[in-house]
């Protein structure tokens, strides 16, 4: 049997490690051995890299992906996508959603992993169409985590649903790291008997039990795992590349990686790896086994936010109190999976929770969106006075909140003007409007200063 590994080094590696500020210098060198490597696909798009191109790279990542697909010719490029959140933490009308998908489609993205925070897959319907119209794999995610509503029976449900929904491959996405290896050999076993499409397995080595895990999961037949090159592997980020190529092949099961390629990637990204340790980008903690997360069930991203927030506050002295209240916060929202952007969320919320020294004293107006329906249907039971705090009766959501919202990318197309040069520019403002706008500027001067600079030097 083969197993498909995709390399998530261009992508999920290094926001898990070094929250995506890794230019395209730093990786253009080695995009025709990864092409070579035996890849089933290559993850390089999607999640944070958008935004930190943006805001953080004077990078354009419509530019950057043209320029991975223009040398990795031979193995398909991979994303990241959030339904209708597409990039961010709200949802966007069908005529973005779609226009979204099209244009990274003809900058050369071939597979789009594509989930809703909350597995409703209303969020995601606009998305696997359009995908699929424009004659690429759709993969729709199941987000894994553990409550009283998310049994084995749940997630088969969810599965079959996909399936009907014409995706081409369903993903187990495992966030947190905290799915053990009988949860998934069951959980794949189930699927497998269930749905025909391929099933692929995404997790995190934050808790330690990545290797464990994947390793079980191929033996209940999943067709594919994620991992990173292991100069850029372990902690947060993936089980590592080579190691899993290893392990599975000593059992029987075939890889088509190619180790000597594998090796020349793991060297090439070992310098990349010291010089973000040295900068301090890359903190060592982040590349330690946090077994605790098996307890709180929180994601090691979910985590470094809580801990940057109560830093900010002078209040790291309650860190475990706000740690406690995550599962009871969750428990009140009806206990959605705790994944971008309802991590955040939930982890804010509780922070405030405790610091304010009475409960939902002070809701944010993100979980009171969400306490509307706005984010999609919760999988348990709402707290409903939390609910009755917020609106009326009338003013709840009960459909798919997207239908409410009127076009909008035509409506900022003209209003941009000449200040967008493509359709890909106008999706960028949309997504991250101020970090875009700065964006634009900053390209318009320094394509004047030159063209300054060639005028003078022609003149001396």
Wanted: aromatic share 8%; proline share 4%.
């Amino acid at each position: 049997m083969k197993v498909n590994i995709t390399e998530t080094v261009l992508r999920d590696a290094q926001q898990s490690l070094i929250a995506t500020r890794m230019p395209f210098s730093d990786f253009e060198g080695i995009l025709e051995t990864l092409d070579n490597a035996g890849y089933y696909s290559l993850e390089c798009w999607g999640g944070a890299t958008f935004d930190s191109c943006l805001r953080y790279l004077d990078e354009d990542p419509w530019e950057r992906l043209r320029k991975i697909k223009a040398v990795c010719k031979k193995t398909p490029l991979q994303m990241l996508i959030r339904g209708q959140n597409i990039l961010g933490y709200k949802h966007y009308p069908d005529d973005v959603v779609r226009l979204f998908c099209r244009k990274a489609a003809e900058n050369g993205m071939d597979i789009f992993r594509i989930f809703d925070a909350l597995n409703d897959f209303r969020n995601i319907e606009v998305c696997i169409d359009e995908v699929k119209k424009c004659g690429k794999h759709a993969q729709g995610c199941i987000c894994y985590t553990t409550s009283p509503v998310h049994t084995i029976a749940k997630y088969i449900e969810m599965g079959k649903e996909l399936e009907k929904m014409g995706v081409d491959s369903i993903a187990i996405k495992d966030m947190a790291g905290i799915c053990g290896p009988q949860e998934a050999y069951d959980l794949v076993k189930a699927l497998k008997s269930e749905v025909k499409v391929p099933i692929f397995f995404h997790t995190h080595h934050t808790t330690g039990l990545g290797p464990i895990t994947y390793t079980k999961a191929v033996e209940a037949g999943v067709d594919g795992i994620d991992c990173a090159i292991s100069t850029m592997a372990g902690g947060t980020s993936q089980p590592a590349t080579e190691t899993m190529k290893y392990a599975l092949e000593q059992l029987g099961y075939e890889t088509s990686l190619d180790m000597d390629k594998l090796k020349q990637i793991a060297d090439f990204f070992a310098p990349v790896r010291k010089k973000f340790l040295d900068s301090g980008r890359l903190n060592p903690t982040v590349m330690g086994i946090k077994a605790d997360i098996l307890k709180y069930q929180v994601p090691g991203g979910m985590l470094s936010n809580m801990i940057a927030n109560l830093t900010d506050m002078h209040a790291m002295d309650r860190f475990d109190e706000a740690l406690a209240e995550i599962p009871n916060v969750r428990k009140d929202m009806g206990y959605p999976p705790l994944v971008t952007p309802m991590s955040q969320m939930v982890g804010n919320q509780a922070v405030t929770n405790v610091l304010v020294g009475e409960r939902y004293k002070n809701i944010s107006k993100e979980i009171k969106a969400y306490l509307r329906g706005e984010y999609g249907r919760a999988p348990g039971e709402i707290n409903q006075e939390l609910v009755a705090k917020c609106w009326k009766p009338e003013e709840l959501v009960t459909g798919r909140y997207a239908d409410s919202l009127e076009p909008l990318f035509e409506k900022t197309k003209k209003e941009l003007g000449s200040k967008a040069r493509s359709d890909e520019d106008v999706l960028s403002y949309i997504a991250f409007p101020q970090v875009a706008e700065k964006f634009f500027e900053a390209r318009e001067e320094k394509e004047s200063n030159t063209v300054t600079y060639t005028i003078e030097k022609k003149e001396d």
